[in-house]
C-alpha cells in the first residue's frame, strides 16, 4: 500500500489530485492519499509515516511549501522520499530553491492529470528501485 | 525541450466497459499496409519540417531535423520494416517517440489515419503472421472493424 | 484532461463560492481601513492568494471565463501587493465590481450557460488599464544577521514582505515557540493575534528539532517597530523565546564588509618537496579554510541565496534560447540593410541602431550563462589526486602529485567527461611510465615520480597537460607491437617520423608497456581515451623522450554551447565548420592540384597542404554543380597536422548552437553536433579534429576503404 501525502491548502485542488492518483492503476499497487490542508496538518501527519511520495504546494500561508521540503529533508524518516512541488506558472526562483532545498520535481499551475501521474508515476518508481535517495 | 522526467515504465490501462483493459492505438498507413503502436508512447505528430541528411549514417536513418530547437534523429519506418521506398508523400508525417535511452526520435510514415482502442482479447499475437526479421518489431495483429492492424512494438524499434 | 470526478467538480464549485466570499469580507476591510489611511498588507496578500488559488482551480477544472477574470484580478492585486500600485478608491470600486460578476460567471459555469457576459469584457479592459503599474523600486542592501538557511526558504513573496519592511527600517525578530501538535491550531491563533498587534509576521519555519513526538518548534519571523522588550512583555512566555535579529557593524568605509566570493583552488605543491616525504606519497592540498570562514561571516541577504543547484538541461534550453536569438539578431541586421537600400535612411539607421544594442546585450547574456555553466578544473583535478594516490599505493611507487592551473575553467559538460580520460592517462603514466624506485635512482632521478597536471586557456581552448618524469615511450616497442598486430607493415617503418610513432599508442590494442611488468593485466586502452576526448571536440598530442619523460597535451574547445563558425556547402549540402578550427580559407585552382603519396595536395605559400573533397569523403550526392565553379579551400588545424577541406560554396560567418547528435548517430564520425540554421533547416557541424583524424591517419594514405577504422 503506497500513500501519498498531499499538503495543499485549496480542497478542491486535494480532491483533484486525489482523483487524478487514485483512478489511475498504472502504479501496479494500491494507492492512498492522504490529506493536509496546511503546513502545520503535514507536521502532524509526518510522523505517521512513512510516505511513498509527498506533494506539495509551495505558496500556502503559514509554513509554505519550501520550509515543509526542507523539513522534511532533515527528518530521519523522510530523508529520501521523493517530493513534488507544485508552483505558480510565473515563479522559477520558488522551483530553483525547491529543488535546492531537496524536493525531486515540480508541476506548475495549471497541470493536467497525466502530467501528475507520469511525475508522481516516475519519483515512486525511482524511489522503489532503490536509486531513490534524493540527490 | 528540456525533459526533466523519464517517462514512467508503465502502461496507461483504462477501465473499459466490459472487454475488460483497453489500449489506445495510433493508426497509420506504410506502404498500402496499415500499422499501429501504442498512443501513450508518440509525443506529437508533426508535418516533416526539413530532413537533413546524416551522410554514414545506418540505412534506416533519413536525417535530422529541428522540432522547435529540439535536435530529432528521424528513421524511416519504411527502411525498418523492409517495405519498398517512397518519396515524401503531402500526408507522410513523424511521430515523435522517446526512446528508452531519452533521446527524442521521429519515425516517418505515410500517413496517420485514426486512433482505435482494442483490448487485451482483441490483440492477436501472431508470431507466424508475418515472417522474416520484422517479427521482433511486432507486438501481434488487430483487426478493429474488420481491417487488418500490424501492432509494432515501439521499444523494440526505437531500441537500436 | 478526462475523467475529472463528479465530486472533485462539486468541491471545486463550493470551494470557488467560499473564495468569492472571503475575497468580498476582504475587500470590505480594505475598504475601512483605506478609509482611516491604513493599508493592511497582509489583507492584500490574502485577496491576491485568493484570486491566485481561484485563478488555478479555474485552469483545472476547465471553466475559462472564470479564469480570464481571475488573470486580470490576479495581476492588479499582486501589482498591489508587491508595493507597485497603490490602492485607491477606484481600484477598490473595480475590485467590488470584479466580485459580483465572479458569482455570475460561477452561476453560468454550474450551469453550464454560454452566453455571452459584456459585463465581464467591459471589467476585462478595466481592469487591463488598471494594471500597468510603475516599476518595482530596489530595496537597498541591508545586514542583518540571519540565521544561514532561514532565508534559503522564504518565498519570493515572502522575501519581498522581508524587503518591504527592511526599507521601512522596522526591527526583525525571531520567536522561538514551542507547540503541542494536538493543540497547535488554537496555540498558533493566539500567538499571531497578539503578534498582530505588534507588526507582521512574514513567514514560520520548522526549526527541526523536537524534544517529542508530539511536540514541534517553530521560529516566527517578525517585523515590528516595537522593542524587544516591548514584545517579550506582550508575547513571552515558557514557550516563546523572543531574540532581535542583530544588524551587522558597518565596516570604516560605510559600506558592508563583504569578501568577494573564492573559487575553491588546490594549491600548488611546490618541486623542492622536502626528502622526508615517505610514506605519504600524495600530498594533495586541502583547500584554504581560513577564507571560507571570512565568508561564512559575511550574512547579508544576498550571499546566502547565492547558490542554487542547477539542473544543466535549463542551461542549455536557455542557450538555445540564446541560439535563436542570435539568428534572429542576424536577420535583423539584413532587413535594416535592405531598408537603408530602399532609401529609408533614417529608419535604416534607427534600425542599426538597436541592432548594436540588443547585440551587445545578447552577447551579455550569453557569456552570463556561459559562466554558469564554467566551472573550474579543480574539480576533476582534486578527484585525480585522490586515484593517484589509490594507483601509487597499488603499484608501490611514490608518485608526488603537482597541480596548476586548477582555477582555469571549462563547460560544465565537458569536466564531467574528463575525468575518466584524465585517470586513465594518470594511470598509464604511473604504470606504465614511471620506474620503479630503485630504477630511478640507478639514473639519478629521485625516488618519488612526478606526475604534473597543468591547465590553462590558450584562445578559443583550454589546455591540459599531463606530465611524468619516467622512462618515456618506447618507440621501438611500439613500432614492433604496431607491426605484430598487423596495423603497419613492416616496409613502412622507416617512413614513419617520431610523431607518427609516437601516435601509435592510440591504435587500439596497443600500450606502452613491455611484458615484464605486466602489472594490471590489459593495458588501459589510450584508443579510448582519445575516442573520449574526440567526442568532446578535442584532440590529443603525445610528446615523449627517452629516459626523460612523456607529455600528453590535450586541446579542448571551451564550451560546447555557441561558437563561431564558418558555413559552407557541399554539393547540395550546408555544413558548419566551428571556426576555431579553421586557420584559413582559400580559393581552390583545380590546376595547382597535385597527387603526393596517394593524396591530393595543393602548395601553400611553401609547404605541403594536404585536402580532401568533402563531398567524396562524405559521399554526398552528386548534383553535378561543383566542379564548374572554382571550389573554395578551407585549412583546419589542429595541434601540429593541417588539412584542407575542399568545398563548393563558402557563405560566411555566423554564431551558432552546436547541438549534439542523438546517441542513436554517436557512430557516426566526422560529425560534432547540428545546429539550426534558420526556417528551420539544420546543417551537420564538422568535426575538425576527427576529419584530421580520418584522413591523416598515420601510415594510411588515402587509400579506398578508409576501412581500418579505430575499432
Known amino acids: 500500500m503506497l500513500r501519498i501525502l498531499v499538503v495543499e491548502d485549496s480542497p478542491s485542488m486535494r480532491a483533484f489530485v486525489r482523483g487524478a492518483l487514485e483512478t489511475r492503476s498504472e502504479f501496479g499497487e494500491e494507492l492512498s492519499v492522504v490529506e493536509a490542508a496546511s503546513g502545520f496538518d503535514a507536521l502532524r501527519l509526518l510522523p505517521r509515516g512513512p510516505y511513498a511520495l509527498v506533494i506539495t504546494d509551495i505558496n500556502m500561508p503559514d509554513i509554505n511549501g519550501l520550509e515543509l521540503v526542507r523539513f522534511i529533508r532533515s527528518s530521519e524518516l523522510h530523508k529520501g522520499t521523493p517530493i513534488i512541488l507544485i508552483s505558480t506558472q510565473s515563479s522559477e526562483r520558488d522551483q530553483q530553491r525547491g529543488l535546492s532545498l531537496g524536493a525531486d520535481a515540480y508541476l506548475t499551475k495549471p497541470f493536467t492529470e497525466e502530467a501528475l501521474c507520469k511525475l508522481a508515476g516516475a519519483q515512486l518508481e525511482r524511489a522503489r528501485s532503490g536509486s531513490g535517495a534524493h540527490g | 525541450m528540456p525533459d526533466l522526467l523519464k517517462p514512467s515504465a508503465a502502461r496507461a490501462v483504462r477501465r473499459g466497459s466490459d472487454r475488460g483493459p483497453v489500449r489506445e492505438f495510433l493508426v497509420f498507413s506504410l506502404g498500402g499496409d496499415l500499422y499501429g503502436v501504442e498512443l501513450t508512447g508518440i509525443k506529437e505528430i508533426l508535418s516533416p519540417p526539413p530532413i537533413t541528411r546524416v551522410p554514414r549514417a545506418r540505412r534506416e536513418v533519413v536525417g535530422v531535423c529541428s522540432v522547435r530547437g529540439l535536435l530529432v534523429t528521424v528513421l524511416d519506418l519504411r527502411r525498418k520494416l523492409r517495405v519498398e521506398e517512397r518519396m515524401l508523400g503531402r500526408r507522410s508525417r513523424i511521430l515523435l517517440a522517446t526512446a528508452p535511452t531519452g533521446e527524442v526520435t521521429g519515425l516517418l510514415v505515410d500517413e496517420v489515419r485514426q486512433v482505435v482502442r482494442l483490448a487485451e482479447s482483441e490483440v492477436e499475437v501472431a508470431a507466424s503472421a508475418l515472417g522474416g526479421d520484422v517479427a521482433e518489431h511486432v507486438l501481434g495483429v488487430g483487426r478493429p472493424g474488420g481491417k487488418f492492424l500490424i501492432l509494432l512494438d515501439l521499444k523494440a524499434i526505437l531500441r537500436d | ?711
Open chain 3, 1 to 711: 484532461m478526462a475523467e475529472i470526478t463528479d465530486k472533485a467538480r462539486e468541491e471545486f464549485f463550493s470551494e470557488a463560492q467560499e473564495i468569492i466570499e472571503t475575497l468580498s469580507r476582504n475587500l470590505l476591510s480594505l475598504d475601512g481601513a483605506s478609509k482611516q489611511g491604513v493599508t493592511d498588507p497582509s489583507l492584500i496578500n490574502e485577496a491576491f492568494r485568493a484570486v491566485h488559488t481561484l485563478k488555478g482551480l479555474a485552469g483545472l477544472f476547465g471553466a475559462v471565463r472564470l479564469g480570464a477574470l481571475s488573470h486580470r484580478l490576479e495581476d492588479l492585486l499582486d501589482a498591489l501587493r508587491l508595493g507597485r500600485l497603490q490602492l485607491l478608491p477606484q481600484t477598490l470600486d473595480v475590485l467590488f465590481g470584479a466580485v459580483d460578476i465572479y458569482t455570475k460567471v460561477l452561476e453560468y459555469e454550474k450551469t453550464s450557460r454560454d452566453d455571452p457576459l459584456p459585463e465581464v469584457d467591459a471589467l476585462l479592459v478595466e481592469l487591463e488599464r488598471l494594471g500597468a503599474g510603475a516599476a518595482h523600486p530596489s530595496s537597498p542592501m541591508s545586514d542583518y544577521e540571519f540565521d544561514s538557511g532561514m532565508l534559503a526558504v522564504l518565498t519570493e513573496y515572502e522575501e519581498h514582505r522581508l524587503k518591504v519592511n527592511i526599507e521601512q527600517r522596522m526591527s526583525l525578530y525571531r520567536l522561538r515557540v514551542q507547540f503541542d501538535l494536538a493543540t497547535i491550531d488554537r496555540a498558533l491563533e493566539q500567538i499571531k493575534e497578539k503578534a498582530r498587534r505588534h507588526g507582521e509576521i512574514i513567514t514560520y519555519l520548522p526549526t527541526g528539532e523536537t524534544t517529542s513526538a508530539d511536540s514541534i518548534e517553530l521560529d516566527l519571523l517578525m517585523a515590528s517597530r516595537d522593542s524587544l522588550a516591548a514584545l517579550i512583555g506582550s508575547l513571552g512566555a515558557d514557550n516563546v523565546v523572543i531574540e532581535e535579529i542583530s544588524r551587522r557593524r558597518r565596516s570604516m568605509d560605510g559600506g558592508p564588509s563583504r569578501a568577494a566570493p573564492e573559487k575553491p583552488s588546490i594549491q600548488l605543491v611546490h618541486s623542492e618537496a622536502a626528502p622526508g616525504h615517505g610514506s605519504d606519497s600524495v600530498s594533495p592540498v586541502p583547500r584554504e579554510t581560513d577564507r571560507s570562514a571570512a565568508i561564512d561571516k559575511d550574512r547579508s541577504l544576498r550571499s546566502l541565496t547565492q547558490t542554487v543547484r542547477v539542473d544543466i538541461r535549463k542551461l542549455d534550453h536557455l542557450m538555445n534560447i540564446v541560439g535563436e536569438l542570435a539568428i534572429v539578431r542576424g536577420a535583423l541586421a539584413r532587413v535594416a540593410e535592405r531598408v537603408r537600400n530602399d532609401g529609408q535612411r533614417r529608419l535604416a539607421t534607427e534600425l542599426l541602431r538597436l541592432h548594436r544594442n540588443f547585440d551587445r546585450r545578447l552577447s551579455e547574456m550569453q557569456d552570463g550563462i556561459l559562466e554558469v555553466r564554467m566551472v573550474p578544473l579543480g574539480q576533476v583535478f582534486e578527484r585525480l589526486a585522490r586515484v593517484v594516490r589509490q594507483i601509487s599505493r597499488e603499484l608501490g611507487k611514490e608518485i608526488r602529485l603537482v597541480i596548476t592551473g586548477a582555477e582555469t575553467e571549462i563547460d560544465k559538460l565537458i569536466v564531467e567527461e574528463l575525468s575518466d580520460p584524465l585517470m586513465h592517462m594518470i594511470r598509464n603514466a604511473i604504470d606504465h611510465g614511471i620506474e620503479l624506485a630503485d630504477k630511478r635512482a640507478e639514473v639519478g632521478k629521485p625516488s618519488a615520480g612526478t606526475i604534473a597536471l597543468n591547465a590553462y586557456q590558450k584562445g578559443n581552448h583550454v589546455m591540459i597537460e599531463v606530465e611524468d618524469d619516467g622512462r618515456g615511450i618506447d618507440e621501438r616497442a611500439i613500432v614492433e607491437k604496431a607491426v605484430t598486430l598487423g596495423k603497419i607493415e613492416r616496409g613502412e617503418v622507416e617512413e614513419l617520423s617520431r610523431e607518427d610513432v609516437l601516435s601509435l599508442i592510440f591504435l587500439p590494442g596497443l600500450s606502452t608497456r613491455s611484458a615484464a611488468d605486466d602489472v594490471s593485466g590489459r593495458g588501459v586502452g589510450m584508443d579510448i581515451v582519445k575516442t573520449n576526448i574526440s567526442k568532446l571536440g578535442g584532440v590529443i598530442d603525445v610528446h615523449s623522450e627517452t629516459g626523460i619523460g612523456t607529455k600528453m597535451t590535450i586541446t579542448l574547445p571551451i564550451t560546447l554551447a555557441i561558437v563561431s563558425a564558418l558555413i559552407v556547402r557541399a554539393e547540395e549540402q550546408i555544413f558548419a565548420l566551428p571556426l576555431a578550427s579553421v586557420s584559413e580559407a582559400l580559393s581552390l585552382d583545380e590546376a595547382s592540384v597535385r597527387v603526393l603519396d596517394g593524396r591530393e595536395v595543393v602548395t601553400l605559400r611553401g609547404s605541403t597542404l594536404p585536402i580532401v573533397r568533402i563531398a567524396r569523403l562524405l559521399e554526398l550526392e552528386r548534383t553535378g554543380q561543383s566542379g564548374h565553379r572554382m571550389g573554395f579551400v578551407v585549412v583546419i588545424a589542429l595541434g601540429n597536422r593541417r588539412l584542407g577541406l575542399v568545398v563548393d560554396h563558402l557563405f560566411g560567418q555566423q554564431d551558432i548552437v552546436v547541438k549534439p547528435l542523438g546517441r542513436s548517430l554517436g557512430t557516426v564520425r566526422g560529425f560534432a553536433g547540428a545546429t539550426e540554421l534558420g526556417d528551420q533547416r539544420v546543417g551537420l557541424v564538422l568535426d575538425a579534429a576527427a576529419l584530421i583524424e580520418e584522413v591523416l591517419s598515420s601510415g594510411e594514405a588515402q587509400r579506398e576503404h578508409v576501412g581500418a577504422r579505430y575499432a
